[in-house]
């Protein structure tokens, strides 16, 4: 029986040079073991050992290929091609000058699942680099896109499998204390069998002691990297210079003198309306009053975020007040808010005329985002409303409670259309002048753009659908993520690429909230690394004066929040504004440069044969555990003209009978 699956994934949605490559002048390769596992007879999860072998060749087109023996699953092969992205990032490479090829042999029937993920990004990074890799350590966890080390299953039957050959187990951060099934096997009289489950939970790192094994915790590929190659990635300082202040300024102003306009109005409505009505509306001025004066001693532009805060809230009780005074009827307020909307929709439509710098990209993708919320939130209340003859009027029920969601919702469908079109043109200036930037794109490029970034979002929420499946749950998360994707999908066919950028991006947000939520951990573990990650790439972009708006300002304010102990809205916008840098980063075609490692001490605490050095030009070439002829010259950028080209994905596979299909082998 033949079991061959042979994946080439052709990952090119960018420009990249436009003479052909006929040969690699420059190829590393770095391998070690790897963890997966498969059905016991029982039906519990047993772990085993794999072998990973990660070759990175130069010049290449940004091609990704996956070869497994025996099969794989797609998620693994969509994990590669993320895994490729954030390596080469982190080493200040660009993606598109190189082809990565991941190989994978198993003892096991299916290698599927991304758990290897972050061991993938890891070893491209040490083939980046030049960095050795320790031979008695095996790494698990899912690669994120704004590199952090995901959550996985099977950690027991990992850590056992480790016991019988490696010395270190490097596992996802938060995952410690870890909760796995026990299948049981009661017989009755009469030959009746009952099969019962039980959940227990099982300290990874004392367990690891027992078995001979160092146990370590990673938030980050940065961790990994470090528990792999006793290597620490120094970070790029970042000296704020303070940008767009005037943006900023002229922004919170206008959101001033709206909020003095409806004071004015509450306080008029206050004397006209019932006791009922008014004590509702009280505490929403309460809450606006709050964020209002918190705003008065806070920096740009979290004085901003507060400031939007506040006159939606406000405007929340002025219109609650206004549809009691005409018997809930909010006919006007829906016709008004769609003329905003559509109007703010055919001003930013300008925003798509022409080629574009990344910067001009970045910001038209976040201003559409607003735009884009706002329209939804706005069917959302519609929808919910009571219509009578092209009348609307807020749904009562049968005992007189008046349901206010709705407009509310429509409020802040109102402010989010505000906030993109008063943006866009405070910030027009801006947008011109970064017109004169380098690299451009065009309508047809842009599409190559979403295409790439669609298929990250296929990946994540594709493996966090199995997962769910696998877990028996499915968080709010996941459904929004889903929801996100098929937007994503539908704005590509239309050809709005921006929309699908924004909708791609938010179901990558959502899909890695998922992995949190089905393994009952919180985002803030994750809030450091991903601040330190900022820090350094936005350092980068500030020596060459190219810092993009939506991630630094969603920096700036999740920044703030954090100050303020706002820990859980901290991580939200901190995640969002990852996304948005490497998009960015995508779009140049840059990265932050590789940072001199500033610890090269083994983290491990029994001393093992290792020849990591301190620089990148004195590491030795000699790969652990797999021979490789490697060039020691320098690696230069690919340069040339450049064009884009479309996507490629190649799928072959052939196979005998007894193909099984089923969690066997998911790491």
Same mark, same amino acid.
């Given at each position: ?39 016991? @007879? ?25 070869? %497994? ?51 993938? *990004? ?35 039957? @990992? ?44 300290? /990874? ?240 490029? /842009? ?5 790439? !970034?669609?298929? %990250? ?12 499946? !696998? ?40 899909? %890695? ?39 630094? *300002?969603?920096? @700036? ?15 939200? /916008? ?13 779009? =140049? ?15 491990? %605490?029994?001393?093992?044969? *290792?020849?990591?050095? *301190? =620089?990148?030009?004195?590491? =030795?070439? =000699? ?36 193909? /099984? ?7």
């Amino acid at each position: 029986m033949i079991l061959l699956v042979l994946v080439m994934l052709s990952l090119t949605a960018m420009p990249i040079p436009s003479t052909a490559v006929t040969e690699y002048k420059w190829v590393a390769s770095r391998s070690i073991d790897v963890a997966a596992v498969i059905a016991g @007879k029982s039906g519990e999860e047993q772990g085993v050992l794999s072998r990973l072998v990660v070759r990175v060749a130069y010049p290449g087109t940004g091609k990704v290929y996956v070869s %497994t023996n025996p099969l794989t699953m797609l998620d693994t092969q969509a994990a590669a091609r993320i895994a490729a992205m954030v390596a080469s990032r982190l080493a200040g490479r660009n993606f598109w000058s190189y082809d990565y090829f991941y190989e994978m042999e198993s003892d096991s029937l299916i290698i599927g699942g991304p758990s290897a993920s972050a061991a993938m *990004t890891a070893l491209t990074l040490a083939c980046l680099i030049n960095a050795s890799v320790r031979n008695d350590t095996v790494a698990t966890g899912m690669i994120n896109p704004d590199g952090t080390v995901g959550p996985v299953g099977g950690l027991k039957g @990992k850590l056992e499998a480790v016991a019988t050959k490696d010395k270190v187990f490097v596992i996802p951060a938060g995952q410690r204390v870890y909760t796995y099934i026990v299948y049981k096997e009661e017989r009755l009289p009469f030959g009746f069998i009952i099969y019962k489950t039980e959940k227990r939970t099982v300290d /990874l790192v004392d367990l690891g002691r027992k078995l001979g094994v160092t146990v370590y915790e990673a938030a980050s590929i940065r961790d990994v990297f470090y528990y792999l190659t006793g290597i620490r990635l120094g970070y790029n300082s970042f000296n704020d210079p303070g940008l767009f202040i005037s943006v900023y300024d002229n922004v919170s102003a206008f959101l001033e003198s709206e909020y003095d306009n409806l004071n004015q109005s509450y306080t008029s409505l206050a004397e006209q309306v019932s006791k009922n009505v008014l004590n509702y509306a009280s505490k929403l001025h309460e809450k606006a009053e709050d964020d209002y004066r918190k705003s008065l001693s806070k920096p740009e532009p979290y004085r901003m975020y507060l400031l939007v805060e506040a006159d939606a809230t406000l405007e929340k009780a002025v219109q609650v007040m206004n549809a009691s005074l005409n018997h809930w009827d909010v006919t006007g307020m829906v016709s008004s808010i769609y003329e905003l909307i559509n109007e703010t929709r055919t001003t930013i439509s300008a925003m798509r005329e022409g080629s574009l710098s990344p910067r001009q990209v970045e910001l038209a993708v976040y201003i559409t985002s607003l735009a884009d919320d706002s329209l939804e939130l706005f069917h959302s209340a519609v929808s919910a409303l009571t219509e009578d003859n092209n009348r609307y009027t807020l749904p009562v029920s049968l005992f007189g409670t008046v349901d206010v969601r709705p407009l509310l919702q429509l409020v802040d469908s109102e402010w989010k259309a505000l906030l993109a079109r008063t943006l866009y043109n405070k910030l027009e200036g801006y947008y011109r002048n970064w017109s004169y930037e380098n690299k451009v794109y065009s309508s047809n490029s /842009l599409k190559r753009i979403a295409l790439e !970034e669609l298929e %990250t979002a296929r990946s994540m929420q594709g493996y966090a659908v199995s997962l769910a499946d !696998e877990l028996g749950v499915k968080p709010d998360s996941l459904e929004k993520a889903l929801a996100y994707f098929s937007n994503a999908t539908k704005r590509l066919d239309e050809g709005e690429y921006f929309s699908s950028l924004s909708y791609s991006m938010l179901s990558i947000e959502y899909s %890695t909230m998922a992995f949190i939520d089905m393994f009952g951990l919180k985002g803030e573990v994750y809030l450091t690394p991903l601040e330190e990650e900022m820090n350094s790439t936005l350092a980068f972009y500030a020596a060459r004066n190219t810092v993009p708006f939506a991630s630094y *300002t969603l920096y @700036k304010i999740a920044r703030s929040l954090l100050k303020d102990n706002e820990t859980s809205y901290s991580y939200m /916008l901190m995640e969002k504004a990852t996304l948005y840098i490497e998009l960015y980063t995508l779009l =140049t075609g840059l990265g932050p440069e590789y940072a001199k490692p500033v610890n090269t001490t083994t983290p491990h %605490t029994s001393p093992v044969n *290792t020849s990591n050095s *301190t =620089t990148q030009q004195e590491h =030795t070439t =000699t790969t652990t555990g797999n021979t490789s002829n490697i060039q020691t010259t320098s690696i230069e950028e690919g340069t040339g003209n450049l064009a884009p080209i479309a996507v490629f994905v190649a799928v072959i596979i052939v196979f005998a009978s007894g193909y /099984l299909v089923g969690r066997a082998g998911r790491r």
